[in-house]
């Protein structure tokens, strides 16, 4: 007859069912971590390349307004569409500031807005050449 030899831990290589489970748990755990963070990461991306070409359209809209007779053809109060960027549009307004009023000029805020967000906002100094023109 033979004996069998006790169950030793050192005999038999490889590893238990428990440690392969312990495993694959981290492994989804870091998996998760790292697809959060590039989803993060990409609407982030997104966001300031849409900023970007906001800011970039409203530099030629402004250059445009301001190519004409000195700066005075900045349209206040008005809104419209943003050209080449689709779904954002404009907005000017007055922006009270006792101290470029003192100066005969008066402060304009371009507002860019996408889906009733702000997405960028400009401040401009305009020069008024009367009175109705006064913020």
């Excluded at 109060?77 to 470029?100: M, Y």
């Excluded at 371009?110 to 702000?118: F, L, Q, S, T």
């Amino acid at each position: 007859m033979r004996r069998s030899k006790p169950f030793s831990r050192r005999s038999r290589p490889g590893v238990t069912l428990i440690e392969v489970i312990a495993g694959l748990v981290v492994l989804a755990v870091l998996v998760c971590a790292v697809t959060l963070a590039r989803g993060r990461f990409m609407r982030q991306w997104e966001a300031a390349q849409r900023r970007t070409q906001a800011a970039e359209a409203v530099d030629r809209m402004l250059a445009g307004w301001m190519g004409g007779e000195g700066n005075d053809s900045i349209p206040v109060p008005a809104r419209g569409s943003l050209a080449g960027v689709e779904g954002c549009a404009w907005r000017t307004e007055w922006v009270a500031d006792p101290g470029a009023a003192h100066l005969g000029a008066g402060i304009v805020r371009v507002e860019v807005v996408e889906a009733g967000k702000r997405v960028l906002a400009i401040d401009v100094v305009k020069h008024l050449r009367g009175r109705e023109e006064r913020p």
